[in-house]
């Protein structure tokens, strides 16, 4: 089966700009999730998705973070304005549900907020 | 919430030995606890996963155990080889649908 898609693999931005990624899960996985993981540190979650809607955003810093997954497939999470301390991967996976599952995640986004 | 945590922070082997890392939970209500491998600059890969009606897990060299009583899992690593050297990090979540919570990580450093 095809992975998880992201894209892009790298971005460098300026702070107090936008920056958008895009995840394409693996198909008929029904769940969707974007993490942050900061260097030398575990993935931190930020958004989950069951189909197209949110069943957790509390670690999602929503002043600046939004994210969307509309038609329940692919998703885009959006920074604006960014900040120095939002350098990290980005990291999108996709399980399937009901009980469970290992995920599996994507090549992960590289953000570098100068 | 779940909060995780995970010791040690690095670890150095020599090929051929034994390694163990270790993590503890706090939420009870936990049920899954997988294990995943990630090398330098690519994805976290699951390695292993261990559900909590099962203590203990095996797949060739590598194993996980589950003490539900005390809130800790391991993973062991034996016969080490270079190729293990990666960090590795443990997860847990507790009923079906709740996101995994990740602890910091473990770098495995194995030397020949």
């Known amino acids: 089966e095809a992975g998880v898609a992201q894209s892009p693999r790298y971005k460098i931005i300026e702070k107090r700009q936008s920056v958008a990624f895009w995840c394409n899960p693996i198909?008929?996985?029904?769940?969707l999730y974007w993490y942050q993981q900061i260097l030398g540190q575990g993935p931190k979650l930020l958004i989950q998705?069951?189909?197209?809607?949110?069943?957790?955003d509390s670690q999602l810093p929503k002043d600046r973070f939004s994210a969307e997954r509309l038609k329940g497939v692919d998703s885009t999470l959006k920074i604006q304005p960014a900040k120095l301390e939002d350098s990290a991967v980005y990291l999108c996976?996709?399980?399937?549900?009901?009980?469970?599952?290992?995920?599996?995640f994507g090549s992960g986004t590289r953000l570098t907020v100068v | 919430g779940e909060n995780v945590e995970q010791h040690p922070s690095t670890l150095s082997v020599q090929e051929g030995d034994s390694a163990v890392i270790k993590c503890t939970y706090s939420?009870?209500?936990?049920?899954?606890f997988p294990w995943y491998k990630q090398e330098l600059g690519k994805r976290p890969q699951l390695i292993i996963d261990?559900?909590?009606?099962?203590g203990e897990k095996k797949d060739q060299r590598i194993a996980v155990t589950l003490n539900k009583t005390a809130k800790h899992f391991s993973l062991h690593i034996t016969e080490t080889q270079p190729e293990d050297s990666a960090v590795y990090f443990c997860?847990?979540?507790?009923?079906?649908?709740?996101?995994?919570?990740f602890g910091k990580g473990t770098t495995l450093s194995v030397s020949s």
């Open positions: 996976a996709s399980s399937r549900t009901g009980i469970n599952y290992g995920y599996t």
């Open positions: 198909s008929g996985h029904a769940t």
């Open positions: 998705f069951q189909n197209n809607g949110v069943v957790d």
């Open positions: 939420d009870s209500a936990s049920n899954y």
């Open positions: 261990i559900r909590s009606n099962v």
């Open positions: 997860a847990a979540s507790g009923q079906a649908g709740t996101a995994l919570i």
